[in-house]
């Protein structure tokens, strides 16, 4: 029975094999690595300070243009605004007072009142038409003019101080109101809820994030590309992409920055894929954009089967002078065809890899034939 089992289990471990790491000619393509995003993405933030009263949905949850999305307790607001409307009704009558009396001083001046005198009122008569125009004619210290103009003019500045008052309570108004409204955070557009950052019962202050929104109908890719390979992109121009290393499909470039990194060398490009993608934001997604033309440039290929599975990052086996194999990381670049693969680091020519290593193995395993 053992002798059985040993022949079932001899293919199969003699499936793999030593080769040899060639080089090539390039096909003139730089693969860069790439982020699946939405294709609007905003922030809701605090604007009022307070506690969290009202989450309206988990990741992942759907939402319309104006729907509410998080709120905010707006309790001491509504008491302030209780509190400037009391004020606003107090003003208003003091307005009404104010424009009443500047009124009666315009129809009826005080400086022209004869006052409530017992009897017929005599003595202010006699003093309107007797003492008054004598101390204006000789004595030259009184002007009943001026006196009318100075209580005509008080009035007035009544009525702008009442009105003052006023406009001040009303702004008081329209700041409490505009604060209830930065109480409850809206969906700007159309989306679904990406993150959420708080719970109900959570204390905010403003500023604080509360939840990442965005519009993933339509989704993009975002690439930081080397600066020396902008220079062969251009808005519209379409590229393959790979999403999730298993979803191939075309990407049209969207948009180039403007400006590039300073510290990295790189320039932001969005690309937008079809709408009928199955992507998710975050996803890691592959780009192959065209490389300038190098004449008889050289690149090191490998079969894409020496490739470890199950492996986070891209690995081979490589068979050193002593007949022992040791794991070493390689970065990839571009698909060579007939089942080969760029290495752009990690390997040299000539050196040895094992080609089809079973799953599972590591530094140190060798097929039982080598080449």
């Known amino acids: 029975m053992a002798v059985l089992v040993c022949s079932c289990l001899l293919p199969v471990v003699q499936a793999a094999d030593i080769v040899r790491v060639e080089s090539t ?3 003139s393509q730089s693969v860069l690595g790439s982020t699946v995003i939405p294709y609007k993405e905003v922030t809701l ?3 009022v300070p307070g506690v969290v009263k009202l989450v309206a949905g988990e990741a992942g949850s759907s939402f319309k243009q ?3 999305i998080v709120q905010v307790d707006e309790s001491q607001l509504l008491a302030k605004r209780n509190a400037v409307l009391a004020q606003i009704s107090i003003a208003q009558a003091a307005l009404q007072n104010s424009q009443a009396q500047y009124t009666r001083e315009l129809v009826s001046p005080r400086s022209k009142d004869i006052g409530a005198m017992p009897g017929f009122g005599l003595p202010a008569m006699f003093d309107m038409f007797a ?5 204006d004619s000789f004595m030259g210290n009184y002007d009943s003019d001026m006196g009318r103009y100075t209580d005509l003019m008080s009035s007035a500045t009544g009525v702008s101080q009442a009105q003052s008052n006023l406009q001040q309570a009303v702004s008081q ?3 409490i109101e505009a604060a209830l409204r930065d109480a409850k955070s809206m969906a ?3 989306g679904i809820i990406l993150e959420k950052m708080v719970e109900e019962g959570d204390t ?3 500023g604080q994030p509360l939840i990442k929104y965005g519009y993933v109908k339509y989704k993009r890719l975002l690439a930081d590309v080397p600066s020396g390979l902008v220079g062969n992109l251009a808005e519209g121009m379409v590229v393959p992409v790979r999403i999730d290393g298993n979803s191939s499909t075309m990407a049209k470039v969207s948009q180039i920055y403007p400006v590039a990194d300073p510290n990295r060398h790189t320039v932001t490009v969005k690309f937008d894929l079809p709408v009928d993608i199955v992507a998710a934001p975050g996803m890691y997604a592959e780009v192959f954009l065209p490389e300038p033309k190098n004449g008889d440039a050289k690149v090191i290929v490998i079969p894409k089967t020496a490739l470890l599975s199950g492996r986070s990052l891209p690995s081979v086996l490589v068979v050193n002078d002593r007949n022992t194999s040791e794991l070493r990381l390689v970065r990839l670049g571009a698909e060579q065809g007939n089942g080969m693969v760029e290495v752009v680091s990690g390997l040299k020519p000539d050196e040895r890899v094992i080609d089809k290593p079973p799953a599972g193995v590591s530094s140190g395993w060798m ?3 080598n080449q």
């Open 131 to 135: 003492v008054r125009p004598f101390a």
């Open 66 to 68: 104006g729907d509410v």
């Open 188 to 190: 700007p557009f159309e």
């Open 45 to 47: 933030s605090a604007q």
């Open 173 to 175: 108004l329209q700041e």
């Open 367 to 369: 097929p039982f034939k």
């Open 25 to 27: 000619s390039s096909l």
């Open 204 to 206: 905010v202050q403003p």
